[in-house]
């Protein structure tokens, strides 16, 4: 149940440190810089679509550098097409673009910290995450011990990109 991490390398830095974060809350991921199977093979696009279809969610580090790059919104792509979840960690101030609206995103420290109790808590409720179905069972109503009239709309698009639906909804 892996979170695949897709990012410019010229985001590497960034991406790493959520990488180690992801690690220190037990969560396993997948970075391609870590993994020697990218670094070596002459099929890329198959290594990272195989790669993608392993895991459950995808978290896209993206800057204003991610403008340049190819291979973040097909990773994006690939990840729609396997019906992964998707969500988007916006460094620095320049706007994302538009086709990113589609899904949560993560600014901070704080947006993170919420994606890993969430991450845990589905993973508690469910036994663990099924990463080669299409889809994720719904759980019972259980909220984070937080006032639900006061969750902000980050939570609530965060639910939905963890668990597929608005936990208020079911």
């Known amino acids: 149940m892996p979170v695949f991490i897709s990012y410019r390398h010229t985001d590497r830095v960034q ?5 180690a974060r992801l690690k220190l809350a ?10 020697t199977e990218s670094q070596q093979t002459d099929d890329i696009t198959a290594v990272i679509t195989r790669n993608i279809t392993e895991c459950t969610h995808l978290l896209a580090v993206v800057s204003q550098e991610t403008a340049m790059s190819w291979w973040v919104p097909f990773e994006i792509g690939e990840a729609t097409i396997s019906d992964r979840r998707i969500c ?7 706007a994302l673009p538009l086709y990113l609206d589609k899904w949560p995103k993560l600014s901070g420290d704080t947006d993170l910290d919420f994606f890993i109790d969430a991450y845990r808590k589905e ?6 995450f099924d990463s080669v179905s299409s889809g994720f069972q719904k759980v019972g109503n ?8 006061r969750r902000t ?3 609530i698009a965060l639910e939905r990109v963890i668990f597929g639906h608005d936990l208020n909804l079911i």
């Open 26 to 35: 037990n969560i396993k991921t997948y970075l391609d810089v870590l993994d």
């Open 15 to 19: 991406a790493m440190a959520i990488n």
């Open 142 to 149: 259980f909220g984070f011990g937080v006032d639900e009239q």
């Open 153 to 155: 709309d980050a939570e």
């Open 123 to 128: 993973e508690q409720v469910t036994g663990g």
């Open 88 to 94: 988007s960690y916006k460094i620095g101030a320049s």
